[in-house]
């Protein structure tokens, strides 16, 4: 497998240039620990990327690499913008960043299963599986951190080369935040989603207690005299369990720390756990019982906490020959030592007495009034409570962002935290620093620069190491409107849509139309009533039943793409690039290809396992005349002559015509899914100049939307639902015709074939 990046050597030919996504492919390929792909290094020969990050070409060493210009690439992997992947075999292109990383931790992974490199995927493997038109996080990853953290990065080498050539300064510099970075360090501040939540509390919190029972009646196997910690008065008392294989001497080797995270362990291994559990009396009838709880996994570690007030007024001790009998409240009375128990150790945290008998606290009835509402998740990693992909990607951003800074974090600890935190956990995990020493980066001035700054009087530490930092001040980006924030998608796989139309909102947006006399027009399909296939005269693996379509829905999906193949064979002409945009399984591209076998046929599809099922198809028919490109819309950059889509969801529908109208070409596309309409930084609604001149708004258009998926059959809004339908279906012709398009809005034939049955056909008028 061919991987494409873009990159280029330096002009002594020692070291790389690339962007940031070419970098991240480079630190998840040594993560991986795989040489599986051959790198080839593409120039951007129009000058318009950002190649911020640099590396020594010997760092490659071990893995299969060259470089070639963009004329010598084949011309299918043309079609997409790098970074890709061509498979020949299976006439697959695969192109953009999170597309490539999950495919080479599947392909990793497969072949060395020991690194568990599918949990990276997280929950139901969907980490970064959505475009960024619909997943805040993919948004995040893939657009929105690479372009402001590029342009970051440039301006503070600019300005400290400025300083290192002796340019003079007449004050304070400002420099703007990426307001991309601000954004990530609010949501590491916010409380983690948990999909099932109470199910897996209940489970965290029987495993919590089963443990702890455990500990409290773990027989003593070793008693010494040790100066610790005085649990003397209202001092906090300190429990940490670690396995039995542990001896006591590693559990004292943590020093003073005895709350410290056990991610800095090197003597965890995966699924091992480690609690600390901190004790602490706060008045004579009320306590208070603290939880940390650290399971190590495959890749970083799963922590939960439990933070929880008691009256422990007849709680009592099973604290031996000093301390039977004794409530909490007494326990200013005894004295404790240091305890190793076949399930962990009890210990304190003061060096000014000595421990003199063998104690162990029983904290069962404690434990007992614990309820699965006293779990909580800690907010460790950027998509919950376990690491993935996600992790690594914003890693490599942060990494290039402190390198530029000379690895000074307290310039930006008042700023950004959270996120600053969040890079020294990850940093403290052993197969993150080892992917970064194999990337070539500077992981010991990492630590140190980050130990540095989030102390208390890191920026004094670091003002005489950088004289110019006084001379840059970081500021926000000015604060975005309310009305704008509300449109700003939240960070999640899949974010969920903030506007909700009510009743008098449809019925406000709806009379607007009627003053600015703004009324769909209905035409007719091209062929009439006559749009039947006759399926029994064709192969049996070009019949949608074959890409598994439900039995039940097998004739109305028929009827579908009856429609649009018909339409598709009225506008055609010999020798053109079908592409069939969104195309699932590849039902409509498929039967394109058959019936036209002197086209050639593009199925453009984000999903790995849609394009795997039409793989399969392909190659039964022994078609030669399809290619497929697993990539979201944007990614594709190919010539064609004619664009198809069946029920792009949403805004994908609006994606699909404005590449037909950027390549002058026609389309037959039936949309779907209005009520998940929403702005892009790629679009925005209306989109014809007609409806803006009426003066519909934004939230106008996502009200119209929201009513247009109203069109269920036999139901009191139907007719409603039909016409919002019809009216943002207007707003794409009319968006077409303003370019030059002559277009045609008519229905699907039957039209109870589907309930979004509109069927919009254009063409320019050369054609």
Known sequence: MTLYLQGCLTEDGESILCPLSSSVILFFIRYCQTNQFELVFVPDSAGSINMCCSFQRNILSGLSVRFTPWTEVPSVVRNVLPPSLHQPELSLVRSGMCVLLRHIIRESDTFSPDLHLIDLLGFRQGSMRMCSEVSGFTKLCEVELPDSVSQFVSTLRTLFLEKADGGESSGSRQVILPSALIKLDDHFRKNCRVHNDNKRRREELSKLK??????????VTNATNIPLYNIAGRDPMFIETCEEQLSLQKCLSLEDSCCKSSEHSTDLCPNEESFNIRLDVLSQTDSWLQIDHVTQLHHGIHRLKVDKHFDVSSVRLNAGNDGAGKTIQDWQKVEFTTVMTASGCLKGSNRNSTFNAA??????????????????????????VEMTLADLILYVYTYHLLEALHFRSALLVDHIPSVLHWVDHMTSLATVVKAGQRSGWDMERLLVGLGTGLTKDGTDKISGCLNHSREIVFVKEPELPQDAEEDEMELSRCARMKHKALKPDVTEALQKFELANLRPVIGSHPCGADVGITWDHLPAGVHPREGDVPKSRTERKCQQLENLVTAVQTLYTPGDVLVDFCSGGGHLGIILAYLLP???VYLVENKEESLLKACSRLHALALTNVTMYQCNLDYFI???????CLHACGSATDMVLQLCLDCQASFVICPCCYGSIQKTHLLSYPQSQQFVDAGISYKDFLTLGHAADQTEFNIALEAQGRLCMNLVDTDRAEHAREVGYLVTLCMLTPPACSPKNNLLLGTTRQR
Do not use: P
Not at 638 to 644: A, E, I, K, L
């Open 359 to 384: 104690v162990l606290t029983d904290i069962s009835e404690l434990v007992d009034q614990l309820t699965h509402l006293d779990i909580q998740y800690e907010h460790t990693y950027s998509e919950g």
């Open 210 to 219: 089963n443990y702890l029972r455990k500990v409290s009646s773990s027989k």
């Open 638 to 644: 190919g010539t064609f002559d004619v664009g198809v």
């Open 598 to 600: 002197d086209c050639q």
